[in-house]
């Protein structure tokens, strides 16, 4: 096991009814608020009403941000931040899933950016100082922002899609009613099965052989998803399967899994040039391209990993281990096929002569993935195999 520093600072308020703490949540903050959400479900659902409500009731003047979009834009985080110095505002609260959550983060350290916030992007984390305090109230499983440090923008203008991480970034505190997710559509839910997944298996292809308590903790959040994902898709309002989900998403990525071993991010690459350049849903992307990096990367060197993942994952049995390693990326491909995902680039638009392009955004800054390097050849063959 590698050295490892530990914080996970987000204060979680889990379960039903909690956004009556808000209030009280927010009072150390501030009173002049930032609301950012989406494009219209927080306002059919009736929390856009439960929210400026205790606004309201504390006192609390706030501002709107709205229409923050999937694969959210940086064009919002410029007129959120214009916003923020506009009204002198104290505090950010987010209301939505993880583009709404990292719209606002980016918003929240972008305040105290004096260029452009695409900068920090380009400049890197090293970038990031501090950071407005930001309150979270989740509205779909997938991405863990509520509980990471971790923000993705896309630039519209030069079609690039970047990450940015900090501790600043967390969230002050983020409330978890997995009720909230009810409404949340089918696709959208298998896409946010998916992104748990990957996530989770990202941190699980490591180079590091010596993670065995790691390891374990990725195999049960994995086997969460298997049980939980078809059957919130069958049974949208069942409290369980939407909580543990809701759970699994927040653990997947708030730092936990990673520490103290090299974690991989490839596949993530390539999703990150193929959204910002199709605007796929980023879990739709993850369940096309994650089979195909799988059987890329699969070789003797490796063969290990996949066996321990498909024994451990998906029960495969049987003697020889290439014969078992090659089962268990079937069977996730089979998992991501039945939530009801597309198999391959072509189905969500993609054209075959934009593969190269494709494959020199996911290198644009170097090389991909620790479990195996990527180069531009590597992502555009394994682009051209998931078209």
């Known amino acids: 096991m590698l050295d490892f520093n530990y914080m996970i600072s987000t204060k979680i308020l889990f379960g039903k009814n909690k956004i009556e703490r808000l209030g009280e949540e927010l009072k150390p903050y501030g009173k002049r608020v930032l609301f950012v959400y989406g494009q219209g479900s927080v306002k059919k659902t009736g929390l856009y009403?439960?929210?400026?409500?205790i606004f309201a009731k504390n006192n609390m003047v706030y501002q709107e941000l709205n229409g923050v979009q999937p694969n959210p834009r940086v064009s919002h985080v410029r007129?959120?931040?214009?916003?923020?110095?506009?009204?002198?505002?104290?505090?950010?609260?987010?209301?939505?899933?993880?583009?709404v959550i990292d719209c606002a983060k980016t918003i929240a350290t972008g305040v105290y950016h004096e260029g452009d916030p695409w900068d920090m992007f380009l400049q890197g984390d090293s970038s990031i100082k501090k950071a407005l305090p930001l309150g979270v109230i989740l509205t779909f499983a997938g991405t863990g922002s509520e509980m990471n440090g971790?923000?993705?923008i896309s630039n519209e203008a030069t079609k690039e899609k970047l990450a940015?991480?900090?501790?600043?970034?967390?969230?002050?505190?983020?409330?978890?009613?997995?009720?909230?997710?009810?409404?949340?559509?089918?696709t959208q839910t298998a896409a946010g099965t998916v992104?748990?997944?990957?996530?989770?298996?990202?941190?699980?292809?490591?180079?590091?052989?010596?993670?065995?308590?790691?390891?374990?903790?990725?195999?049960?959040l994995l086997k969460t998803c298997i049980v939980y994902g078809p059957v919130a898709l069958s049974k949208p309002t069942d409290y369980e399967a939407r909580a543990q989900l809701m759970w699994t998403s927040s653990l997947a990525l708030n730092g936990l899994l990673g520490y103290g071993r090299i974690s991989d991010w490839a596949t993530h690459g390539m999703e990150h040039a193929l959204s910002a350049t199709y605007d796929v849903t980023h879990g739709v992307g993850l369940a096309i391209l994650t089979p195909y990096w799988m059987e890329y990367v699969l070789t003797k060197e490796t063969s290990d990993k996949f066996v321990e993942y498909a024994r451990n994952v998906w029960q495969v049995t049987g003697e020889n281990d290439l014969a078992v390693a090659k089962k268990g990326i079937q069977k996730t491909r089979e998992f991501f096929t039945d939530l009801g995902m597309p198999k391959t680039l072509r189905e969500v638009g993609v054209k075959e002569n934009a593969l190269e392009t494709l494959a020199e955004k996911t290198v644009l800054h170097g090389d991909v993935g620790k479990f195996k390097k990527l180069s531009k050849n590597d992502a555009l063959i394994i682009l051209k195999n998931a078209y």
């Open 195 to 220: 992104d748990i997944f990957s996530h989770v298996l990202e941190q699980y292809f490591s180079p590091t052989k010596e993670a065995f308590v790691q390891n374990r903790l990725a195999e049960s």
């Open 49 to 53: 009403g439960a929210v400026t409500d």
């Open 164 to 186: 940015i991480h900090h501790d600043a970034l967390r969230p002050r505190f983020s409330i978890l009613d997995p009720t909230y997710t009810f409404t949340v559509s089918k």
């Open 150 to 152: 971790n923000a993705v």
């Open 79 to 99: 007129q959120g931040i214009k916003i923020c110095r506009d009204h002198d505002i104290e505090c950010v609260v987010a209301v939505g899933g993880g583009s």
